[in-house]
Nanobody, 124 residues
Framework: VQLQASGGGLVQAGASRRLSCLAS????????VAWFRQGPEKEREFLAA????????YYSDSVKDRFIIFRDNAKSTVYLQMDSLQPEDTAVYYC??????????????????WGQGTLVTVSS
């Protein structure tokens, strides 16, 4: 499966932004999908995931009250709705897909496929 993340850009603090992850290739709805981000000189950080089958959602504590992940299988797209953005949210945002999601859903090695990333810059 190939993933293409989009929707990044420059936003002001307090604004909202919706990112999209468009998948192509094998049946998209058979994958679990997650969003990560990587800020300047930081490690890649898990944000949210949606599990294939049960559609169970997972969030990191840092964004659970502001970000929402949801998928539209008909459009082969997973979205990340981000509200109340702050300068510390500035990062490259990546979507990733896993053929089989284990308990380590928050770790980078869990995912088999990655999109190219989309940059979100939040100005104060």
């Amino acid at each position: 499966v190939q993933l293409q993340a989009s929707g990044g850009g420059l936003v002001q603090a307090g604004a909202s932004r919706r990112l999209s992850c468009l998948a192509s290739g094998r049946a998209f709805n058979s994958y679990s999908v997650a969003w990560f981000r990587q800020g300047p000189e930081k490690e890649r950080e898990f944000l949210a995931a949606v599990r294939y089958g049960t559609s169970r959602l997972y969030y990191s504590d840092s964004v659970k009250d502001r970000f929402i992940i949801f998928r539209d299988n008909a459009k082969s797209t997973v979205y990340l709705q981000m509200d109340s953005l702050q300068p510390e949210d500035t990062a490259v945002y990546y979507c990733a897909a896993a053929s089989f999601l284990h308990d380590d859903y928050h770790t980078v090695p869990e995912y088999d496929y990655w999109g190219q990333g989309t940059l979100v810059t939040v100005s104060s």
